[in-house]
């Protein structure tokens, strides 16, 4: 067996989709966004039943109403994972399990994107599985263990998104609530709406974008919708981009936000902004 090396052109030639979550507040208009995708290429994951705002849209619809179909659907979308044993959800026994439930997975081809609404969802029924789990049980008392029940959440819904991460050949974009807090100093700030803490923290550095959909305002105070892709922005949203693409502020359209990022790649000189330190004064010696 000779070393498995990918070589660049081989990597390159490969299909491969973007991993994004897309986070705002309320009524922004992020269930929209499908309208912005093929629907003939793209699968509409609807854990919110709140389709209203898309109705006439031509797209395929699942509807997972448990935390146990959430994870049916994403191994049957993204396939085994090798490294698990027979026993775990993501296995190879989970996989075969489920597409005997579901049929063949070639129904799945025909789909480029999955459009998950929403993570916020996600994470209660998440949530609401593993405080009936016996992780989630004092063994001295008896009592519910919320602190086993946070700990089992966060292993959970990290598993859940790191295997849709993995279907390389599909973009998945997750949808969510974004809160704004205020801190001990009164100073404002932004989280995702996802139960527990953990789940939040390591999304970025999970997905491939971290967008924010937020209202701005321009010069004359005229506001508008933008999406918000970089870490280093103004406002102290939370933004992320990996593929070193995208400006600061985009047109809240996210297939032609896609179209970018599959654009070629910038040489590498430019994929970061930093300034240089100052020069320091020449020192005399007198």
């Given at each position: 067996m000779s070393?498995p090396?990918i070589?660049a052109d081989a ?5 491969r ?9 309320s009524?922004?208009g ?6 912005t995708?093929?629907?003939?290429s793209t699968l509409f ?7 209203l705002a ?8 699942i ?14 979308i993204?396939?085994?994972?090798p ?7 993501y296995?190879a026994a ?7 439930k579901f049929?063949?997975p070639a129904?799945l ?11 916020t969802?996600a994470?209660?029924l998440?949530f ?13 008392t008896g ?8 700990g ?5 819904m ?6 849709l ?5 599909k973009?998945?974009w ?7 807090r ?21 999304l ?26 970089q870490?280093?922005?103004?406002w102290?949203y ?6 070193g ?13 896609m179209?970018?990022i599959r654009?070629p ?22």
């Amino acid at each position: 067996m000779s070393l498995p090396i990918i070589s660049a052109d081989a990597r390159l030639a490969e299909p491969r989709g973007v991993k994004g979550c897309i986070f705002g507040k309320s009524g922004i208009g992020k269930t929209t966004l499908l309208w912005t995708l093929d629907a003939q290429s793209t699968l509409f994951m609807d854990l919110e039943a709140g389709d209203l705002a898309i109705e006439g849209w031509q797209g395929d619809t699942i509807r997972p109403r448990t935390w146990t179909e959430c994870r049916d659907f994403a191994v049957f979308i993204g396939g085994p994972n090798p490294a698990l044993r027979d026993d775990p959800s993501y296995s190879a026994a989970h996989y075969e399990a489920v597409c005997a439930k579901f049929g063949d997975p070639a129904a799945l081809e025909r789909y480029d994107t999955i459009f998950v609404d929403s993570i916020t969802v996600a994470g209660r029924l998440c949530f609401g599985w593993c405080k009936g789990q016996p992780e989630a049980t004092s063994e001295k008392t008896g009592k519910p263990d919320i602190r086993g029940a946070y700990g089992l959440h966060g292993r959970e819904m990290i598993g859940w998104l790191t295997h849709l991460q993995h279907t390389r050949a599909k973009s998945v974009w997750l949808v969510g609530i974004l809160d704004e807090r205020l801190d001990d100093f009164n100073r404002r700030y932004f989280v995702p709406q996802i139960d527990g803490s953990k789940t939040g923290l390591e999304l970025p550095g999970i997905v491939d974008e971290v967008i924010t959909m937020a209202e701005l305002a321009d010069e004359g105070g005229a506001p508008y919708r933008a999406f918000v892709c970089q870490t280093l922005n103004p406002w102290g949203y939370p933004a992320k981009d990996r593929s070193g693409r995208l400006d600061q502020l985009e047109e809240p359209h996210l297939g032609r936000l896609m179209e970018k990022i599959r654009q070629p790649a910038p040489p590498a000189s430019e994929r970061l902004t930093f300034a240089r330190p100052a020069a320091a004064p020449a020192q005399s010696d007198t």
